[in-house]
T-cell receptor, first 110, second 112 residues
Framework: GQQLNQSPQSMFIQEGEDVSMNCTSSSIFNTWLWYKQDPGEGPVLLIALYKAGELTSNGRLTAQFGITRKDSFLNISASIPSDVGIYFC??????????FGAGTRLTVKP | NAGVTQTPKFRVLKTGQSMTLLCAQDMNHEYMYWYRQDPGMGLRLIHYSVGEGTTAKGEVPDGYNVSRLKKQNFLLGLESAAPSQTSVYFC???????????FGQGTRLTVV
């Protein structure tokens, strides 16, 4: 079954607001990745995290690999309309298995 | 640069019919994956391959078979389609097991 718990399931925010979403698990992951999916498209990588405690930024996006290796968060600052989409966390287990969270659907109101 | 290409993009099957989904990547990646995406479930791994001639089961392999006869292609087969296999299927490839996965645009399959 699903090993990653991603929250919130959906968010409705005003343009300019900051956004925060996270993933937690009972399993230890070697890698955490955050993807964004636009309608009718496949997911596209936003940020990859490879070390426990790592904090990485990509423009207005910031993500952290939890120190316990069981969680990660993604923050988006000063949201804009093109941030709309579904955001997925993904974690790499010790084998070749990559597991995905259920996604956070983000809606940005102009 | 095509990246990951999936064919077909849409398909409607009758229960019991068979079909093959084709995934092709032009990035010389070793790893390839097939996922299915269902509402509220995220992406679930069906099968994956760590190189030409290899395949392995993922999280939800039942009812599917795969083959990786050529490094650039990864085929997903449904021998006897069931309504529970109605989903959007995504193929992905990556250079190594911890690196970025590049996804295709998806195949929307409906089984009636």
């Amino acid at each position: 079954g699903q090993q990653l718990n991603q929250s919130p399931q959906s968010m409705f925010i005003q343009e300019g607001e900051d956004v925060s979403m996270n993933c937690t698990s009972s399993s230890i992951f070697n890698t955490w990745l955050w993807y964004k999916q636009d309608p009718g498209e496949g997911p596209v990588l936003l940020i990859a995290l490879y070390k426990a405690g790592e904090l990485t930024s990509n423009g207005r996006l910031t993500a952290q690999f939890g120190i316990t290796r069981k969680d990660s968060f993604l923050n988006i600052s000063a949201s804009i309309p093109s941030d709309v989409g579904i955001y997925f966390c993904a974690g790499q287990l010790g084998n070749n298995d990559m597991r995905f969270g259920a996604g956070t659907r983000l809606t940005v109101k102009p | 640069n095509a990246g990951v290409t999936q064919t077909p993009k849409f398909r409607v099957l009758k229960t019991g019919q068979s079909m093959t989904l084709l995934c092709a990547q032009d990035m010389n990646h070793e790893y390839m994956y097939w996922y299915r995406q269902d509402p509220g479930m995220g992406l679930r791994l069906i099968h994956y391959s760590v190189g030409e001639g290899t395949t392995a089961k993922g999280e939800v392999p039942d009812g599917y078979n795969v083959s990786r006869l050529k490094k650039q292609n990864f085929l997903l087969g449904l021998e006897s389609a069931a309504p529970s296999q109605t989903s959007v299927y995504f193929c992905a490839s990556s250079w190594d097991r911890e690196g970025e996965a590049f996804f295709g645009q998806g195949t929307r399959l409906t089984v009636v």
